[in-house]
Each structure stands twice: as structure tokens, then as C-alpha cells.
């Protein structure tokens, strides 16, 4: 081994390639190659709770984790192929995140095949890295498929951008484990576009037809990946469901708004009763330092905040402060009662890279309804 190691000492530079980028298949003049990824430390503390907790039947507990641990890389293979990988290690474990290629050369759209997200709901498709709140809302958890092994297609103009594909359900290694597969597509309409989206109205539609391979389960979230779960549904006897989304926002400069409506019809097999479970969530920020949400018109979502001063050397950064309120219904899939939570935020941007967010969150859901979670998250990303 130690003869072995010397050799390999001495020969370094010549097994080391010149380029690195020779490493990756395609057209030499073409190919490129973007290293990415991204931390995000969460603090969570519980304030009251105790009886959340005889409702529930389980402790809710302060604590840290690590909620995303990611590192990734992409970039292109030739001018109209390109690709991502991308690796979550949080929670002790490694997830595929996004793993895909992208063909781009035809006129009417762009061809996805891979593992990647299903195109349905606005905070769904949007990256963690620029959600206003620590986590997506009660109602995009839901409801909401997330990402999938599947083959899609998209297109867009400045006006508009739409998105479909066929997905079979896979783990969070990318494997499929079942038979379950799905048809999903989502329509986004900019009626006002100005100043590249600093100021813009945002409408958007979605749908999609799942073959669950016979159960579903729904499960209702308070707004906070480190206290439990409020609701768990039984496996529902499922023959298909069919989800539909609504989707509203607008920026006016600093104020920024979106709304959320989703819902879950579900047609029962042999034993098991149809099901109707719905929710929606509402909500408004606004940067004190007059900054505005970065805009990603190719897929409809919101992109980077650009801050105004980076944080030192006399700069601020930017400081931006928000509300939402979520409400969803799933007691047509067993829950005793409807569940409510409304988070204030407020989130210190030190540059376009680094910030600071505080979520304070009140869950209500029948007798658990005495809890106050506040959340704290230090997060990076390049």
C-alpha cells in the first residue's frame, strides 16, 4: 500500500487531468460544469404545548437539525443538452434531490427526463432558497407530489410558461417501490410583467391524475419540520384521486403576496368511500429596505432577492417581514377537525447568498391548539 501510494505521488501530474471538465462526455468546446449547494441550520423552540401534546399522544421537544445539507453539480453537455445532480445529506442519510437530463433543441419545448419535481402548485416548485418561511405551507404538504422519476416538457414566452409530464412515484434514492404513476401539468399566466417582475401579476393553474397503486394516505403539518406531525390519515382504499391548484401573487415593488388554493378528490376501490380534502394559504411581505423578490419567468416562480447593500461595511442587507395564514380540511381522510396556523416572518438578507429567517407559528388543529412554535435558520447557498 505505502509503495503503491508513492507511486501514485509521483505520477500525479500525470494522472491528474489538465482540463477537469475533460472528465465530463460531450463537445469539448460546449461542455461546462457549475459546482452548487446549500446548508440550512434550524433551532426550534416550543412554547406551551402541553395539551398538543395529551392530544397528539407524543412530546414536542426543542432541538436542532440540519434541514437541507446539499451539494450538486450541472451544466452542459453540449448546447442543447444539459444536466443536474444534486444530493441532500441531511437527517443522516443521502436523498436524491434533482438528477436529470434536459434536451433544449426542439421549437416546442424542452424535454426533462430524470428525477425532478412535478409541476404542480407555486410553493411546491419553488426552491427552498428563496420561500419567504422556513417551510412550504400546511396545504402545499399535503397535497402537493413533489418530485418524481418521470419524462416532462416546457415552454414559455415572457407572457406565460406551461409545464407537463408523466411520473411513476419514487423514494428519496429515486427508486420505484410501487406501481403508482401520474400525469401532472401546471399553466402560469403573467397578465402584468414590469421592470423585470418588481412589479407583476401571476395566475396559475395546475392538475394532476394519480394511480396511487391502491392506498393514499394525507397527512397535516404545523408549519415546522421538527415538531411532529399533527395528522396522519389511515391508508385510504384509493382506485385514482385528482388534484387541482389555484394560484395568485404579485409584486408591487417592496409588498409581495401569493394565494394558494389546492384540493384531492379521491375515488375509492372496493371498501373505501370517496374522499373531498381542500385547504388554502394567504400571504403578504414586505422588504423595509426596498428591495423585491427575484422572478423566474421560464418556470413562474420566485427567484434570488438581490439585496440593495450587502451587511458591513456600512451596508445593511436587506430586511424583509411577512405573514400567512393556512387552513386545510382533511376530515373527509379521518381528522377530527380542521387544521389553522398563521407564522409570522421576519428575514435579515446579510448578501444574496447568506440570511438570517425567524418564524414564529401558531398551529391550531381541535384540542391541539395551545402551542406556539418559534423557529430560527441560519442558511447559505453557492
Known amino acids: 500500500m505505502f509503495i503503491a501510494a508513492l507511486v501514485l505521488c509521483q505520477q500525479g501530474a500525470t494522472l491528474a487531468p489538465s482540463d ?15 459546482v452548487f449547494g446549500r446548508v440550512m441550520s434550524d433551532w426550534t423552540f416550543a412554547e406551551g404545548g402541553e ?89 402545499s404538504d399535503a397535497f402537493a407530489p413533489a418530485r418524481n422519476v418521470g419524462l416532462g416538457l416546457s415552454n414559455g414566452t415572457d407572457a406565460m410558461n406551461w409545464a407537463v409530464g408523466a411520473f411513476r412515484e419514487a423514494n428519496s ?52 419540520h421538527f415538531v411532529p406531525v399533527f395528522f396522519t390519515s389511515a391508508a385510504l382504499m384509493v382506485e385514482d384521486s385528482t388534484l387541482l391548484g389555484f394560484e395568485v401573487a404579485f409584486q408591487e415593488g417592496p409588498f409581495h403576496g401569493q394565494f394558494e388554493w389546492q384540493m384531492a378528490e379521491t375515488s375509492a376501490s372496493a371498501g373505501g368511500t370517496d374522499a373531498s380534502l381542500d385547504g388554502m394559504s394567504v400571504q403578504a411581505g414586505w422588504f423595509a429596505t426596498g428591495e423585491s423578490r427575484g422572478y423566474k419567468v421560464k418556470d413562474g416562480i420566485w427567484d434570488r432577492v438581490h439585496v440593495n447593500s450587502d451587511a458591513g461595511d456600512g451596508g445593511t442587507g436587506a430586511l424583509e417581514f411577512a405573514a400567512r395564514f393556512t387552513t386545510l380540511d382533511l376530515t373527509e381522510a379521518g381528522a377530527s377537525d380542521d387544521l389553522t396556523a398563521i407564522t409570522l416572518a421576519a428575514n435579515w438578507y446579510l448578501n444574496d447568498w447568506t440570511r438570517l429567517m425567524l418564524d414564529v407559528t401558531k398551529p391550531e388543529m381541535g384540542d391541539a391548539d395551545d402551542l406556539t412554535i418559534i423557529a430560527l435558520r441560519a442558511a447559505f447557498d453557492f
Open 20 to 34: 477537469p471538465l475533460s472528465w465530463i462526455p460531450g463537445t469539448a468546446a460546449e461542455r461546462t460544469l457549475k
Open 173 to 224: 434514492t429515486g427508486n420505484t417501490t410501487t406501481e403508482a404513476y401520474s400525469a401532472t401539468g401546471r399553466f402560469v399566466y403573467r397578465p402584468w410583467f414590469q421592470d423585470g417582475g418588481k412589479r407583476l401579476v401571476h395566475v396559475g393553474l395546475a392538475a394532476s391524475w394519480r394511480n396511487p397503486d391502491g392506498t393514499a394516505t394525507y397527512r397535516a403539518v404545523p408549519e415546522n
Open 51 to 139: 395539551d398538543t401534546e395529551a392530544a397528539l399522544g407524543t412530546e414536542i421537544r426543542d432541538g436542532h437539525e440540519f434541514r437541507r445539507v446539499r451539494l450538486g453539480a450541472m451544466g452542459d453537455l453540449s448546447k442543447d443538452i444539459h444536466y443536474k445532480a444534486e444530493f441532500d445529506f441531511a437527517g443522516g442519510s443521502t436523498a436524491v434531490a434533482d438528477a436529470y437530463l434536459e434536451y433544449t433543441g426542439c421549437n416546442f419545448g424542452a424535454w426533462k427526463l430524470g428525477h425532478f419535481k412535478e409541476p404542480f402548485g407555486f410553493d411546491a416548485v419553488q426552491s427552498a432558497n428563496y420561500l419567504t418561511f422556513l417551510e412550504r405551507s400546511s396545504v
